[in-house]
């Protein structure tokens, strides 16, 4: 076995290339001219632009030592070329993207120039400028067609079944035995000559929890009138008394006893969260209310509440989307809608076709998605990968 030094060897190569400056010169990187180069260079506006994206993509690179393609830009108007990025040898392609955080922005409606520089050991390559292009924005993401397809279906399938609500044909939903509870609690409260007292959250008028209570305190109203008790709402948003005074000045009307309707019942405490609760407690406490219901969004303060009323014996219904408070209304009231158990509560007691036309056509939608990925996994595991295909975005 013949072993060599590595010195050695190292001084031996550079003695060949004194001797030999030709091959001195091999080493020298060889720059071409844009005339030499046959590289083609393509710049166009990408399907789905949102007007601050340049595509660049280019061909006829063939040496399979090249490093990376480094994409150079300028403006119209400008002769100095500024690096935008660099791609791995294997890619063709390159997207200039808007940046706010980066110097070299791109601007909608200014003119570019794109030219790609490459090379290996001993050899440089670069494309020839490109056409000018500036970036421009598309009318359609064709890209995103299928959430359109699923939005369409969805505000098809609402349309129709209001449609058919509105034409007087039945929508079936299922019992939902908190709200079947309804009579009974305001029936006992009676019994007993008690007040109902009825909370609808502590958010304010924009949140959708309390928009869905008034449609409930609504109904509950009528029920108070019609069995002659005393309905008192508490409130913690000074916004949403007025939206409470006219729920519950409607629920008196439609039951033919608009005399019957008390303002003061209908009372703001505070913003404060504990302060409120402290009020209710102390309304629980001296009305000796019967029945509660606390319908809507609900935080820390819904365990007190609902565990004064349980002490007190007041037969109690609750329902919140918020779901970290679910398990306090669970252990300590009678009735509890769960998550968008309240949302469908509200369409279920009023019956309004909008609200049924709704609740039926988000209904239908589900099952249909449901099926959708029943099939869609079948075929995947067929290798049939065209519902995977179609929901990508």
Not at 36 to 60: M, Y
Not at 188 to 197: N, S
Not at 383 to 391: A, E, I
Request: charged share 20%.
């Amino acid at each position: 076995m013949i072993t060599v030094n590595k010195n050695k060897a190292l001084l031996i190569i550079l003695a060949g290339l004194l001797i030999n400056p030709p091959l001195l010169q091999a080493v020298k990187v060889k720059v071409y001219t844009k005339d030499q180069a046959i590289k083609r260079i393509f710049v166009s506006n990408p399907e789905s632009s949102d007007g601050r994206t340049i595509e660049v993509r280019w061909s006829g690179f063939t040496d399979p030592y090249l490093k990376e393609f480094k994409i150079l830009r300028r403006a119209e108007g400008e002769k100095n070329w500024k690096t935008r990025g660099t791609v791995p040898p294997a890619d063709s392609m390159f997207v200039d993207r808007h940046n706010e955080e980066n110097d070299l922005k791109l601007l909608s409606g200014v003119k570019y120039q794109y030219m790609v520089e490459t090379g290996a050991i001993g050899r440089k390559y670069w494309t020839p400028p490109s056409d000018l292009i500036s970036a421009k924005a598309t009318l359609f993401n064709v890209q995103r067609a299928n959430v359109l397809a699923v939005i369409v279906i969805y505000f098809g399938s609402v349309l129709f079944y209001i449609r058919r609500t509105k034409q007087g044909k039945s929508q079936f939903i299922r019992e939902i035995p908190a709200m079947s509870a309804m009579d009974e609690a305001i029936g006992r409260a009676t019994e007993m000559g008690r007040p109902v007292l009825y909370i609808p959250g502590i958010m304010d008028v924009d949140n959708i929890q309390t928009i869905a209570s008034m449609v409930i305190l609504t109904e509950v109203s009528k029920k108070a009138a019609d069995y002659d008790v005393p309905l008192i709402v508490p409130l913690n948003r000074a916004f949403v008394v007025p939206l409470a005074e006219e729920s519950v000045k409607e629920g008196f009307i439609r039951a033919g006893r608009p005399d019957a309707y008390v303002p003061d019942n209908i009372r703001y405490l505070s913003d404060e969260q504990f302060a409120f609760t402290a009020g209710v407690a102390g309304i629980m406490n001296r009305e000796k209310t019967a029945a509660h219901f606390f319908l809507g969004a609900f935080f820390a303060e819904s365990l007190i509440v609902s565990e004064i009323g349980y002490s007190t014996g007041a037969m109690q219904i609750a329902g919140t989307a918020n779901t970290h408070q679910l398990p306090f209304f669970v252990v300590a009231c009678d009735y509890t809608l769960i998550g968008e158990e309240f949302y469908a509560a509200s369409a279920y007691i009023s019956r309004e076709p909008k609200l049924l036309g709704t609740l039926k056509g988000a209904d239908f939608v589900k099952a249909l998605m449901i099926g959708t990925i029943f099939i869609g996994s079948i075929l995947a595991w067929s290798g049939v990968d065209v519902v995977q295909r179609f929901f990508g975005v």
